[in-house]
């Protein structure tokens, strides 16, 4: 398997990465990928990198997920590396997952933040808590972003929290609020 990890042939690589994706051994796994997933020149193999990653699961796994997806990579790449994390739902991703929606690079992390937030919908539950701290964070696109995902969750408990922020200072938040309470307040009945 690692002579395939070192081979030219960038669908060897990718083969070789996907095989490590359903192997025992977990760390020597993600050891083995962490390389091709920053560095491999061909972006199939470092799209093949995040969903051996994603099969993979763990905090250290999740991680690399996590640094993929608020890189510069291709966009291509950083959405599959946000489905990766969607796919194994890890609560630990969710700082990182969150971070996402600071980034104003473009086109690109505009695409990226919606991945963040279908992230964050699958990751369900466990992310409500550091949603909800995330609701002070100093940026109101964070904050809008947020607001958006919890009201999306349809757990009308958080409306509480979210019903401070009708005061928010940025127009784009109180508008996030308005809408998720609205779809909360569907939930209830």
Same mark, same amino acid.
């Given at each position: 398997?690692?002579?395939?990890?070192?081979?030219?042939?960038?669908?060897?690589?990718?083969?070789?990465?996907?095989?490590?994706?359903?192997?025992?051994?977990?760390?020597?796994?993600?050891?083995?990928?962490?390389?091709?997933?920053?560095?491999?020149?061909?972006?199939?193999?470092?799209?093949?990198?995040?969903?051996?990653?994603?099969?993979?699961?763990?905090?250290?796994?999740?991680?690399?997920?996590?640094?993929?997806?608020?890189?510069?990579?291709?966009?291509?790449?950083?959405?599959?590396?946000?489905?990766?994390?969607?796919?194994?739902? $890890? /609560? &630990? +991703?969710?700082?990182?997952?969150?971070? *996402?929606?600071? %980034?104003? #690079?473009?086109?690109?992390?505009? !695409? =990226?933040?919606?991945?963040?937030?279908?992230?964050?919908?699958?990751?369900?539950?466990?992310?409500?808590?550091?949603?909800?701290?995330?609701?002070? $964070? /100093? &940026? +109101?696109?964070?904050?809008?972003?947020? *607001?958006?995902? %919890?009201? #999306?969750?349809?757990?009308?408990? !958080? =409306?509480?929290?979210?019903?401070?922020?009708?005061?928010?200072?940025?127009?784009?938040?109180?508008?996030?609020?308005?809408?998720?309470?609205?779809?909360?307040?569907? +939930?209830?009945?």
């Amino acid at each position: 398997m690692t002579d395939g990890l070192k081979s030219s042939n960038a669908r060897e690589r990718s083969q070789a990465v996907l095989a490590l994706g359903k192997s025992p051994d977990h760390a020597a796994s993600v050891r083995a990928i962490e390389p091709l997933l920053r560095q491999d020149p061909d972006q199939h193999v470092r799209i093949d990198a995040t969903v051996a990653l994603g099969q993979l699961g763990g905090a250290d796994a999740t991680a690399l997920l996590v640094d993929k997806a608020v890189s510069t990579d291709e966009r291509i790449v950083r959405i599959a590396a946000l489905e990766a994390i969607e796919t194994n739902r $890890d /609560p &630990s +991703a969710v700082p990182g997952v969150i971070s *996402v929606f600071r %980034l104003d #690079r473009g086109q690109d992390d505009v !695409v =990226a933040q919606i991945g963040a937030s279908e992230a964050l919908l699958k990751i369900g539950a466990p992310a409500v808590p550091q949603l909800v701290q995330a609701l002070t $964070d /100093p &940026s +109101a696109k964070v904050r809008a972003a947020v *607001v958006d995902v %919890l009201g #999306r969750m349809g757990n009308p408990e !958080v =409306a509480d929290k979210l019903t401070g922020l009708q005061a928010d200072p940025d127009p784009g938040v109180r508008r996030a609020v308005e809408g998720a309470l609205a779809t909360l307040k569907g +939930a209830k009945h």
